[in-house]
């Protein structure tokens, strides 16, 4: 019998909304490249623009009437691979990743009281894009909590781009990464880690 295709969930933490018909999210544009590799190897992946769902601030996983955050859960709770998709603002990562960890945070009351995480034999991975400095820093809070969720961190999982976008399209942007072998590496060389170490916790689950 055939294997599931594997599922990645980008939780993307731009401020552009869609709807209101701001610019392109370059993050976005970043993320699609990474999606493109992880295609190669059969990943379906979507990705939630955070920025357009309603996600009131709270610790808990259901904050009531209107909160869009339980059905966002349920995607995270049924992918393979989570990614992070951040901009830089001022030297850290948008609200936005701040209130998925905030919101994630039951599940980690859950696996101190119990010893065991829901999102266990789970892989992760950051996507980050700026004009400034604090990819490392972002890269360090973003692992510190993915690895304190249960979460496997594969090396070279994160793919970042740092540079002026001036006048950029989105079509030329995602042309710029593309044609950056070093971008274009990176993105291929974290898709292949994400869906090794994914498969392999398929066959091999981790210790509870």
Same mark, same amino acid.
């Given at each position: 019998m055939a294997r599931d295709r594997l599922k990645a969930i980008f939780l993307l933490a731009t401020l552009k909304h869609r709807r209101s018909g701001q610019e392109f999210s370059h993050t976005e544009v970043l993320s699609e490249i990474l999606i493109e590799c992880l295609r190669e190897y059969g990943v379906r992946s $979507?990705?939630?623009?955070?920025?357009?769902?309603?996600?009131? !601030?709270?610790?808990?996983? *259901? =904050? /009531?009437?209107?909160?869009?955050?339980?059905?966002?859960?349920?995607?995270?709770?049924?992918?393979?691979?989570?990614?992070?998709?951040?901009?830089?603002?001022?030297?850290?990562?948008?609200?936005?990743?701040?209130?998925?960890?905030?919101?994630?945070?039951?599940?980690?009351?859950?696996?101190?009281?119990?010893?065991?995480?829901?999102?266990?034999?789970?892989?992760?991975?950051?996507?980050?894009?700026?004009? $400034?400095?604090?990819?490392?820093?972002?890269?360090?809070?973003? !692992?510190?909590?993915?690895? *304190? =969720? /249960?979460?496997?961190?594969?090396?070279?999982?994160?793919?970042?781009?740092?540079?002026?976008?001036a006048r950029a399209t989105r079509h030329s942007l995602a042309k710029k990464f593309r044609e950056s072998k070093h971008t274009a590496d990176a993105a291929e060389k974290m898709a292949k880690n994400l869906v090794f170490f994914a498969n392999g916790l398929r066959e091999n689950k981790t210790p509870e």
């Open positions: $979507e990705i939630v623009r955070l920025v357009d769902h309603e996600i009131p !601030a709270g610790r808990k996983s *259901n =904050m /009531g009437k209107g909160d869009e955050w339980p059905g966002i859960l349920k995607k995270i709770l049924a992918s393979d691979i989570i990614v992070f998709a951040t901009p830089i603002w001022w030297g850290n990562y948008s609200s936005l990743t701040q209130r998925v960890i905030e919101r994630l945070d039951e599940l980690h009351d859950e696996l101190l009281e119990t010893g065991k995480s829901r999102l266990a034999n789970k892989v992760g991975g950051i996507v980050i894009t700026g004009e $400034e400095d604090g990819e490392q820093h972002i890269t360090g809070n973003v !692992a510190n909590f993915l690895l *304190n =969720m /249960g979460v496997l961190l594969p090396p070279h999982c994160s793919l970042s781009y740092q540079g002026t976008y």
